[in-house]
Nanobody
């Protein structure tokens, strides 16, 4: 059973930065992919950024140039560095992992951008 634990959410002003962390119970080197989704009430969960086992990354258009996903294999942790935050980035952010064709999700962490 893979467990994912997010941290790093909070309240920041527009233009500010946050770094989300997702710590895993397993070796992330064995995962097919990891990444971050986000969801606001009444809307579908949407992909924010992903990182594949070979290190390849992808981002939704609205966060390109502002967000960066990375991983630390030694710490079995994936990060999402979020800069130049906007009110529309407000959401619950979920970490996910794909391992042997199964999806695993964290519990989510709230990110609120407001002045």
């Amino acid at each position: 059973q893979v467990q994912l634990v997010e941290s790093g959410g909070g309240l920041v002003q527009p233009g500010g930065s946050l770094r989300l962390s997702c710590a895993t119970s397993g070796s992330i080197r064995s995962f097919d992919a990891m990444g971050w989704f986000r969801q606001v009430p009444g809307k579908q969960r949407e992909l924010v950024a992903g990182i594949a086992s070979d290190g390849g990354t992808n981002y939704r258009d609205s966060v390109k140039g502002r967000f960066a996903i990375s991983r630390d294999d030694a710490k079995n942790t994936v990060y999402l560095q979020m800069n130049s935050l906007k009110p529309e980035d407000t959401a619950v952010y979920y970490c996910y992992a794909i391992y042997i064709n199964m999806e695993y999700w964290g519990q989510g962490t709230q990110v609120t951008i407001s002045s």
